[in-house]
């Protein structure tokens, strides 16, 4: 069936440093690449979001790319704080569909 | 975030109890989602539910059941079937139809469920 894989499990980074996190799902289908950042605790909260007809796309520190030939995307965080430590999950949709596959998850640690 | 809601944040049960956890979002949005998850690991879809009076299984259905008798609730009872059912779970919706947004899902504050 359709997955979606997401690396690293764990990342550790230095406050300031950048932060990587990468997805590659199996769907040819999927066009909607959410991600979420779930603290300890909460509900995950949607804080990026691609869609297929875009290869980029930033918000401040936050940005994504996708590469659909090879069915990539990543999130890179910049200038990482200690209120970035969570778990990020990366998922991958189809629009009009009802089926969204999320990653395992990355624990991100920002070390102050 | 107020939007969806779930009740309660924590509840235990005995093995061989059925329990039912709660969903409500007055978001007027067509489509909801009822997730598991489990420490270290990802979501997992348990059921989800396009419109009214419709719901469709998802890839680990085996041993809860839903209903969908309002647009704005969406309860999941957990039955004694389910073998292993302490989790941490989570009920989503989405607009759905036209437009921009209307595939992202927004998340309730979930319910964590313990078997004694």
């Known amino acids: 069936g359709e997955n979606v894989e997401q690396h690293p499990s764990t990342l550790s980074v230095q406050e300031g440093d950048s932060a990587v996190i990468k997805c590659t799902y199996s769907d040819s289908a999927s066009n909607y690449f959410p991600w979420y950042k779930q603290e300890l605790g909460k509900r995950p909260q949607l804080i990026i979001d691609?869609?297929?007809?875009?290869g980029e796309k930033k918000d401040q520190r936050i940005a994504v790319t996708l590469n659909k030939t090879a069915k990539h995307f990543s999130l890179h965080i910049t200038e990482t704080q200690p209120e970035d430590s969570a778990v990020y999950f990366c998922a991958a949709g189809n629009t009009g569909g009802f089926k969204t596959i999320f990653g395992a998850g990355t624990r991100l640690f920002v070390k102050a | 975030d107020g939007g969806i809601t779930q009740s309660p944040k924590y509840l235990f049960r005995k093995e061989g109890q059925n329990v039912t956890l709660s969903c409500e979002q007055n978001?007027?949005?067509?489509?909801m989602y009822w997730y598991r998850q489990d420490p270290g690991q990802g979501l997992r879809l348990i059921y989800y539910s396009q419109i009214v009076n419709d719901f469709q299984k998802g890839d680990i259905a085996e041993g809860y059941s839903v209903s969908r008798e309002k647009k704005e609730s969406f309860p999941l009872t957990v039955t004694s079937a389910q073998k292993n059912p302490t989790a941490f779970y989570l009920c989503a919706s989405s607009p759905k139809g036209l437009g921009v947004n209307t595939d992202t899902q927004y998340f309730g504050p979930g319910t964590r469920l313990t078997v004694l």
């Open positions: 978001l007027n949005h067509d489509a």
């Open positions: 691609i869609r297929s007809n875009v």
